[in-house]
């Protein structure tokens, strides 16, 4: 069972990971970095509960510090695309760094 | 008595949060952010002589925070590598400290204190770090903090390359924090010494190092996974461009360095080739670049590009000398690159532009600064004598003793690139342009601390038999041979 | 650290500290500048004095500082470094009165002055070397220290000259990098030893030893303006005439030269090169190099870029003179690094006297010079004269002894190569001299500046009048003790001794 979470875990990490790669809009590629990141933690969950019958504490505190992590940084993103639309009108990042 | 008072301080846990404080404070009272942050700057200082003499006399220190031990607890290590580097953060942050002083105006000095000093902090951490997911934490912060340092500058410019270094961050984080779930779903601990026991080279690991490795050479900016470090170092304000590229991208490189020698089963002859091969590209690749550029801030950010990958070269050879030489190019890199950012923010402050072919003889007008660039290209050129000969004639002896001579070309070639892309801008800062510009006051402060860090660059160079000890104290090196030994 | 230990680094300092003060100083700050610029270079002479004195009564100087694992920065005044010790520092006072005339008034004097006392703290900084990784150290400071200069300026010319310049010292610091590293490698030291160290390994490491011999002399053949490395030495012209002198006399094509001289002589040692077939070659690349720029110097209007294709000539004597690897002949080039700094600067004080007095540039705008400047034309006509290897010149002795090593080492081509040399000598410095004496001038002087009574300043006339008579002096009294000649007899016997 918890190996069928992990794997469900990896895979959102590569579709997350997909999806930063393949979409320009700035709020999906947010969200896409979002569901890799919670691809990992569900693998972190995933293995706290293989290694014996009392799930393991140490990979639960790995993942609330990860979530924490997680909503600094989206708030972060999302505080930038705003300001960029507001300063360019623009949600894509340009093709090429600007001479 | 004073000594003896001295080594028993817990300067690591000083260290680290002496900067934390400073940035709360700078948040608490932005009035006085300057003043407090320039002094913050100073103690740290302080503190890490403290630490070095600490060291200097106990060997490489170990210590429990709060008396909670592995595999709960968070451990603080440091041996001669982490300290070479604390040192070197400490001494460019300091350069830059005072810079920034003068650089930023009213509005935006508020922004950069908290946000430096967090970094600061961030770095400090990492490189005392004894577990592999407290390096993850130091690692986010760290991104998150440098992010929002490249966005103060405000334009669509500065906050699309914020965007994408946030992202890239991001990325690379994912993927170690990926790989360290993998380890500890293997050897179920993520402390050094833990790990490094009971690590063998099991698929989950293998795809662990991987992973890792993937991640911190995103964030290391290798070549090809640089593409987001010329627009952010370049379109940052100037004192951000020198942490970035002095010290920021260096933690990453610092990571792996010591997953490769303490944690990574062996062998990794593979691993290495790949690396060095990258690194090669990236030498070549960077310089080229380096010399296409028409904006100085460019051609700067691309040059760093090139220098990390010579860092790399040290990964196929992993003997002693190669890792020192390596890290040695790391130090005055560091110092050198900054000093050349510092240069090219008196360049921009002085004539409003950064465009190389209309430097319009600023070797007279900024002596200084032209003096300060011209030292620090000295060493990134690695020409003698500076840090950067050091490094370049330790690789390239390593890569001779090991029989593999193409890293010597790479590393030849290497230099004549960069010589190439800095006498270019030195020739044209003695010549005029037709049309002059309008010209501002560049403060003292940022002109000598400017020419003062590639001055270190420069005598970083004469001093080498130090450093080179230092790095050995705690036996980093040596731990090649003896992990994985236990199966 | 007792005195004798630390003597090298005061020879080294009397250039460097002025130097580094003087960057410091603004324009107006005259008098302050001159006196450090002629401080620094009188106590270096006396210093110098000192030393010789010392190694003749049995001191030994040297300094030794750690500088990488297992490699020591060490600084030597062994018999040859004095050799070019005290032909560096004589003409450096020389040169440093000529400047302060040359630059009166001129911009930046604090800048130009700075490097050009770096200048000659990199050239001692060569001389005084005690293994390759020093010399390596100061070599590739030179080349750092004389591109400002090169620039100076600061026009398209001088930027595109000093570009030139840099890509091919630039490449040779890297040969020699290359080559100083593998040495290494295979030998694990790099200390100058008389007669070699290689000695050991000739027979395990036989190519790698000759690639890195051709490694070597590539990287040294650059500033030494060997073929088909001299290219940037015309194009360098462009910088002010103190400048020219000095460094096509004495500091940048010496330090090449000199370089050879040290890898053929204290690193492989002249028997090893010998027997690995090296010398040959290289001594039909500088008779090569002997002939092609005096060709090249015929066929110049431009008065310095013909002194300069000369010099890409004469310097490749000293080559020469190494490379038949007999001690006559060795004698004969070591003697001429000296004589032909003394003559060659000769040359290029009085080219830019004639430019800053009278706006000449071109020999086509030469006649009749002679009697409006009728010393800086004796001068003048004495170097060029010693250039010919007129006897009693300083020229005709180191020509004699090149001839008589030639023929000694059974390298009889060579009297071919010298005898036409000195006839192309004459081909291109003849009509000059003819033109100045004997020609009447074309209408007015190009830009004429008056100094008084005098033909010039006294700071452009003195040098070369001194240094003329210098080139005489050498000559008559070639077997005086302690004359260059009979220094470079001294070293030729340590190197050549059974």
């Known amino acids: 069972m918890a190996f069928f979470y992990a794997l469900t875990g990896v895979a959102l990490f590569t579709l997350g990971l997909y999806a930063l790669i393949i979409y320009a809009h700035l709020m999906r590629k947010i969200l896409a970095i979002n569901i890799m990141g919670s691809g990992v933690f569900l693998v972190l969950v995933a293995l706290a509960a293989r290694t014996q019958t009392v799930p393991d504490p140490v990979p639960h505190a790995m993942v609330i510090t990860g979530i924490v992590v997680a909503v600094s940084a989206t708030a972060l993103a999302l505080a930038l695309m705003l300001r960029l639309l507001e300063v360019s009108g623009c949600e894509e990042l340009a093709e090429e760094p600007k001479e | 008595m004073l000594t003896m008072q001295v080594q028993n301080v817990p300067w690591l846990v000083i260290v680290i949060t002496l900067p934390l404080v400073g940035s709360l404070l700078c948040f608490l009272l932005p009035q006085q952010a300057k003043k407090l942050g320039l002094m913050t700057a100073f103690t740290i200082a302080a503190s890490l002589i403290g630490l070095l003499f600490q060291v200097l006399d106990q060997g490489a220190q170990r210590y429990t925070v709060g008396g909670w031990d592995a595999p709960l607890g968070i451990n603080l290590y440091v041996d001669g590598l982490s300290l070479l580097l604390l040192l070197m953060t400490a001494l460019v942050g300091l350069g830059i400290s005072v810079y920034a002083t003068a650089y930023f ?109 993937a991640g911190l050479l995103f964030k290391t900016a290798l070549f090809p996974m640089h593409f987001w470090l010329p627009p952010a170092h370049a379109n940052a304000p100037a004192p951000v461009s020198a942490l970035l590229s002095a010290l920021v991208v260096k933690a990453s490189f ?88 510092m240069a090219a923010g008196n360049i921009l402050h002085f004539g409003g532009h950064d465009t190389i072919l209309k430097l319009d003889r600023v070797a007279q007008r900024l002596p200084l600064t032209v003096a300060a660039f011209s030292l620090a290209g000295v060493s990134i050129m690695g020409l003698p004598p500076s840090g950067g000969f050091i490094g370049k004639w330790l690789l390239l002896n390593a890569a001779l003793q090991a029989g593999e001579w193409w890293w010597a070309l790479v590393l030849i070639g290497g230099g004549l690139l960069s010589a190439g892309y800095i006498f270019k801008v030195v020739g044209f800062a003695f010549t005029q342009t037709e049309a002059s510009h309008e010209v501002h006051h560049v403060p003292a402060a940022m002109q000598w601390t400017a020419f003062m860090m590639a001055l270190a660059a420069i005598l970083v160079g004469l001093i080498a038999p130090w450093p080179l000890a230092l790095m050995d104290i705690g036996l980093p090196f040596e731990m090649v041979v003896n992990k994985g030994s236990n199966g | ?236 012209m462009v910088a002010p005439a103190p400048v020219s002198a000095l460094l096509h006399a004495v500091a940048v094509v010496k330090a090449g ?104 540039h071109k020999i086509s705008e030469m006649n009749g010079v002679g009697r409006r400047m009728p010393w800086t034309m004796a001068a003048f006509t004495i170097g060029a004269f010693g250039m010919i290897g007129a006897p009693p010149l300083a020229g005709f002795v180191s020509k004699w002894y090149l001839g008589l090593g030639a023929l000694d080492a059974g390298q009889d081509w060579v009297i071919f190569v010298l005898a036409g040399s000195s006839l192309l000598n004459a081909a291109y410095f003849l009509p000059v001299l003819h033109a100045a004496w004997f020609k009447e001038p074309v209408g007015q002087w190009p830009h004429e500046h008056i100094f008084g009574r005098m033909e010039t300043a006294w700071a452009l006339l003195l040098p070369p009048v001194f240094t003329a008579f210098l080139s005489v002096a050498l000559g008559l009294f070639a077997s005086v003790p302690f004359s260059p000649l009979e220094w470079a007899r001294f070293v030729t016997s340590l190197e050549f001794a059974p």
């Not at chain 2, 914020?162 to 179920?188: D, E, K, N, T, W």
């Not at chain 2, 790399?312 to 130090?331: E, H, M, R, V």
């Not at chain 3, 004597?317 to 006559?328: D, E, N, Q, S």
């Open chain 2, 254 to 341: 610092y990571i792996l360095l010591r997953l490769w020698l303490d944690v990574f089963p062996l062998p990794q002859e593979v691993l290495g080739q790949f690396l060095g091969l990258l690194g090669a590209a990236a030498v070549i690749w960077g310089g080229v670049q380096a010399l296409r550029q028409t904006r100085l801030k460019m051609l700067i950010a691309y040059s760093t590009v090139a220098q990390i990958g010579y860092l790399f070269i040290a990964f196929p050879l992993a003997t002693s000398i190669a890792w020192k030489g390596a890290l040695y190019l790391l130090l005055s890199h560091a110092l050198a690159k900054s000093a050349m950012f």
């Open chain 3, 1 to 236: 650290m007792s005195l004798d230990s630390v003597f090298p680094l005061f020879i080294l300092a009397t250039s460097l500290v002025p130097g580094l003060i003087i960057f410091f100083l603004p324009e107006s700050a005259v008098r302050t500048r001159i006196s450090l610029n002629m401080g620094g270079a009188l106590i270096k002479v006396f210093l110098v004095g000192i030393v010789i004195w010392g190694v003749f009564n049995g001191h030994h100087y040297e300094t030794r500082l750690p500088f990488l694992p297992g490699l020591d920065l060490v600084l030597r005044i062994g018999a040859l470094s004095i050799l070019f010790v005290t032909l560096s520092t004589g003409l450096w006072l020389v040169t440093t009165v000529y400047a302060i005339g040359y630059l009166e008034d001129s911009p930046h004097r604090s800048r130009f002055f700075g490097f050009f006392s770096l200048c000659v703290t990199a050239t001692i900084g060569i001389a005084l070397a005690g293994n390759l990784i020093t010399f390596l150290l100061f070599y590739e400071l030179l080349t750092l220290a004389t591109y400002p200069l090169i620039v100076h300026r600061g026009t398209e010319e001088a930027r595109h000259a000093g570009r030139t310049y840099l890509v091919y010292t630039i490449m040779g610091g890297a040969l020699l990098l290359i080559g100083t590293v593998w040495l290494y490698g295979i030998t694990g030291s790099l200390e100058f030893v008389h007669r070699g160290f290689v000695s050991a390994i000739v027979d395990t490491h036989r190519s790698s030893l000759i690639i890195i011999f051709v490694l070597l002399i590539a990287g040294l053949g650059v500033k030494a303006a060997l073929l088909p490395f001299h290219g940037w030495l015309p194009q360098a």
């Open chain 2, 105 to 213: 105006n009213r509005d935006k000095t508020v922004y950069y204190w908290p946000l430096w000093l967090l970094l600061w902090s961030a770095l400090n951490a990492l490189f005392l770090s004894a577990d592999l997911f407290n390096l993850y934490v130091c690692l986010e912060l760290l991104g998150l903090s440098a992010v929002a340092l490249v966005a103060i500058a405000g334009g669509a410019d500065a906050l699309g390359a914020a965007i994408r270094y946030l992202l890239v961050s991001l990325l690379g984080s994912l993927f170690y924090l990926l790989g360290v779930a993998l380890i500890y779903h293997s050897v179920a601990s993520v402390d050094i010494i833990i790990v490094a026991e009971r690590i063998d080279a099991t698929p989950p690991i293998l795809a662990a190092m991987g992973l890792m490795s």
């Open chain 3, 257 to 360: 030269a000199f370089g050879i001289v040290r890898v053929v002589h204290d690193v492989y040692g002249v028997e090893v090169a010998v027997s690995l077939g090296v010398t040959l070659p290289l001594a039909v690349l500088a008779a090569v190099t002997i002939i092609y720029g005096s060709v090249r110097a015929l066929f110049q209007d431009d008065l310095k870029r013909r002194l300069a294709f000369s010099t890409v000539s004469q310097v490749s004597y000293i080559t020469l003179g190494i490379a038949v690897a007999g001690p006559i002949a060795t004698i004969g080039g070591l003697v001429h690094l000296v004589h032909q700094g003394v003559m060659k600067i000769t040359l290029f004080f009085c080219a830019g006297n004639l430019a800053e007095t009278l706006g000449i």
